[in-house]
Structures are given as C-alpha cells and as structure tokens.
C-alpha cells in the first residue's frame, strides 16, 4: 500500500501530479486506487478497483478539477478486504469538518479498537484499518483543539505499522507510527508546493526534491503557516523499519533512511555469495526483484551476471489467472528464459525471497527446460518463518515453505542443485550504516516489535460485498 499527497497554495492540477505519484507507486499494491482533490475546502473524490491507469481516465481527472491540496491511495487487497468498498483514500465528514485519510500498513489492535468504537455505537462499512482509524481521529478531534492534535492523542491508541496522509480543509498531514515500521517521505517543487510520499521514487517523478524521511513518531503539518513538526511520539519506542521495504516491497530507485533501495539488495547479493558460494558459469536474477542482488552476487564473486529471464513488461503484479482448466503455466506466461544465458551451463538464480515455494519450483523448471546444467537457487531474504501483522503480505506459517523442509529438502523440491537463504545477521546490515537505528525482520526471526494481534480480524469482521460500479463518492 501507499500514500501521495501535494499541499500548495496556488490553484493547481493537484490531481495529475497525484495521479502520476500513484502511477509510481504501482508496485505498493494493484487492488484500488484513489485520488481526493481539495479546492477552498471542498473536496471531489474518485477511488475503484484496478491500478491507477485503469481507475483514472482523463475525463475522471478532469472531473476532479483544480485544487491546492490532494491525497491519494494505492492499496493491495488482502483477502478480507479486495472489495471497491475498500479503497482509500477515505472521506469522512465530523461535526468540526471534513477529512481524507489514506494509509499504509495494518494495525495490530484493530479488532479491540473496533470493539470498543462498536460498543460506543460507532457503525462501519468496511473492514479496513483506516475506518477505525478515522473513528479514532474524530472522537479525539471533539476535544482537541485541532485535528494535529487528535492525531497525535489517536497515536496513544493506534498500535501496528501505519503512515498515513489526513487532509483536513486546511492542512496536510502526515504521520508515522512510532517504530517507523513503513517508509515516509517528503520533498518540495521548485513552486514551493510541498509533496508526501511514501516513497522517494515518486518525488522525482512529480518534480520535487527529496527534503527528508518522516521520522518514527512524527506528525508533519503542512498549512498556510509553513511545515510545523510535531516530534511528541518520538523516541517513544525503538525505530524498527521493514527490512523487507529494501528486500522487495521497494522500488529500487527509492531511497529509505538515506539508504538507495538498489544498493541495499546489490549488499544483500554480496552477503548472499559470501555464505552460499558455489562454483558456476552465471548469475542471473528473476525478475524484477531479484536483479540488484544477483548483480550484487555476481559482482562479490566475479561470476558474470547474464541476462537469463525475460518478464513480459505489460503484465504487472496480478493478471487474468488462466484458471485450472486452462494448460498455459502462469510462469510461462510471465516470464521467458533467454537459452543463450542458460543452455548447458552452471546457473545461480537469485530471487528477492522464496514464500511458499511455488514461484521457485516453476522458474527452476523453465530453467532446466532451457538446458541448464545445474541451478543454485539464492534467496537474498531469509527463509520466511512468521507471518506478518505490519501490511506486507505474507503467507500463513502452514503456507511457508522454509517452515516445514530444510534446505536440501527445497533444492528437491523445486528441483534445484542447491539453495541458499541471505544469513538472518545479514539482513539487519542491508541499510546504510549509522542512518536507521532498527529493523523489523519479524517474518524471519520472529521478533516482533508489538504484541501480535490478540484477536483475529477474520471472523465477525470478514467482508463480502459484491462489486458495485456505481462509484459511490
Ligand atoms: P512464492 O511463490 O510464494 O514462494 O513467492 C515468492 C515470490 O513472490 C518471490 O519471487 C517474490 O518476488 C514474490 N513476493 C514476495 N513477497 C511478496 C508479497 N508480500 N506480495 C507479493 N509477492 C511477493
């Protein structure tokens, strides 16, 4: 999931440069996309299901019209929660006004939070984090003396990964929950207009510079009296960004904590040769996030990186699943071996991480049927060993492979030579020294930085409602 925002003062296309931020930001997730433009206070919305491109037509972003202010969404659907009722950004009006919230990542006490706004007879509509978080906004905004305010006492109760955008009729703001588990950013237009992003990468696509990371804790005011730091939330708790925002989740041109994306995967390539060497001809990475550490392994070892696989460019993340009826390898489908890299020689395939296995065994084959000789399989994340309760999409620990076979036990499995997983003391060496005080590597080394969700989401809050395509807002 990801969040966009633009605040200025002059009247603008705020809802083109949110568009083409979104567009950056694609890879965060493809389930719904959203855009709310902010014009003297009124504010004209449109979110649905699909990625940015196919959600907004230039007639919609016309219709959206000018504005000084705007958020924007792109969230992936987890199985709860793949509905158009879920998309953000979400628009709420409360007795002092009107928000938009967007936001990124998964609360760990949603369903006692929820509970309790129930109980107080709070409705919902959706099963998404960022109604109870709203919920939690407005009933503090009754007494605070501003919405900055509400989100900071909000951030007493809200507990899991979360950086969020609100927009409220005057101000932008943006927070990030106290261990900074998901990456902030924001940067400044040559205009003075000031950009949020949850990544680096779409700062530069909308012509702004970078200015600095949001740091864990922290609340930044945008408004008509300049950018104001609210820094009450931090060192509140220890800093524990995501490693896995560099491991996949990230775009590689992105910099997290003064770190470039691309370089922490090419050290993970090079950690990855120092602990699983092996004697071959070629290193090729699968596509994309496996590229920047396989350059990184061949580079550690002096084994030439070839140019092994080919992605089909236009398929994206998700795509119409031919079904099981249907003969055609969804890996087939996406990807297509180059047989002069392959053919007849000594292959290490280096992959961002291995989940449940399935992807890997299916590469390995297309491998072999190219004529590989061996296939080492280099994973530059640890084995997967926990589920994760922070947003990123992991498999339940039945579903993940490392859980249940050893090493030798996968090589057969997926039909390899070998495989090798990045070292667990690794990981927490992939950012760039002295810059981020502490990484959260939960899924693979267990140690969370809350407590897990004491109650499942899955059960009375469970979500099934058909597909509307009347937008609502
Ligand atoms: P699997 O087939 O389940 O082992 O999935 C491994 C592949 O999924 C890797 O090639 C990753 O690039 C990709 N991947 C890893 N984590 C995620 C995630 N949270 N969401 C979607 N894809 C992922």
Do not use: W
């Amino acid at each position: 999931m990801a969040v966009f925002g633009i605040f200025g003062l002059k009247t603008e296309n705020v809802a083109s440069s949110t568009y083409y931020g979104l567009y950056a930001l694609q890879h965060r997730g493809q389930a719904s996309s959203g855009i709310v433009v902010n014009d003297d206070g009124v504010f004209h919305a449109y979110k649905d299901s699909g990625i940015v491109n196919e959600v907004f037509t230039h007639r919609i972003l016309d219709e959206l019209g000018l504005g000084q202010m705007a958020v924007g969404n792109v969230r992936y659907g987890t199985s709860d929660t793949k509905d158009r009722i879920h998309a953000e950004p979400m628009v709420v009006d409360h007795v002092k006004g009107r928000l938009a919230i967007s936001h990124d990542g998964k609360l760990v006490n949603y369903a006692e939070l929820r509970e309790e706004l129930e109980l107080q007879g709070s409705i919902f509509h959706t099963a998404n984090d960022v109604e109870v978080i709203s919920n939690v906004i407005t009933r503090e905004r009754l007494t605070a003396s501003s919405i900055e305010e509400a989100i900071s006492r909000s951030m007493n109760k809200l507990v899991g990964g979360y950086s969020m955008l609100v927009m409220s009729p005057q101000k932008l703001i943006a927070a990030r929950d106290q261990n900074g588990l998901h990456p902030l950013c924001y940067g400044v237009r040559d205009d003075g207009e000031y950009v949020v992003s949850s990544e680096s990468c779409a700062l530069n696509v909308v012509g702004a510079n970078f200015v600095r990371d949001i740091e864990p804790g922290e609340i930044v005011v945008f408004s008509k009296e300049g950018v104001k730091s609210i820094k009450d939330h931090c060192n509140e708790k220890p800093e524990r960004l995501c490693v896995f925002e560099y491991i996949y989740t990230s775009r590689p041109d992105s910099v997290i904590s003064n770190c470039s994306v691309h370089l922490a995967r090419k050290r993970a390539g090079a950690f990855l040769a120092k602990a699983h060497p092996v004697e071959a001809d070629v290193v090729i990475g699968a596509p994309d996030s496996g590229i920047d550490a396989a350059i990184g392994y061949a580079e550690a070892t002096g084994i030439p990186y070839g140019l092994g696989l080919i992605k089909n460019k236009y398929i994206g993340r998700t795509f119409i699943d031919p079904g099981q009826n249907v003969r055609e390898d969804k890996v087939k489908i996406k990807l297509n071996p180059v047989a002069e890299t392959i053919k007849d020689k000594r292959v290490i395939l280096v992959d961002d991480s291995i989940v449940r296995g399935t992807t890997c065994a299916r590469v390995v084959k297309l491998l072999r049927d190219a004529g590989a000789k061996e296939i080492h399989v280099r994973s530059s994340a640890p084995a997967f060993l926990n589920p994760c309760y922070y947003g990123t999409d992991v498999a339940s620990k039945k579903d993940l492979v490392a859980c249940h076979h050893t090493t030798e036990e996968m090589a057969k499995l997926f039909g390899a030579d070998s495989v090798g997983f990045l070292p667990i003391e690794d990981v927490f060496k992939l950012g760039a020294p002295g810059t981020c005080k502490g990484y959260c590597a939960a899924c693979f080394d267990g140690n969370y930085p809350t407590e897990p969700p004491k109650k499942t989401r899955f059960s009375r809050f469970d979500y099934k409602i058909s597909e509307n395509k009347n937008n609502e807002r």
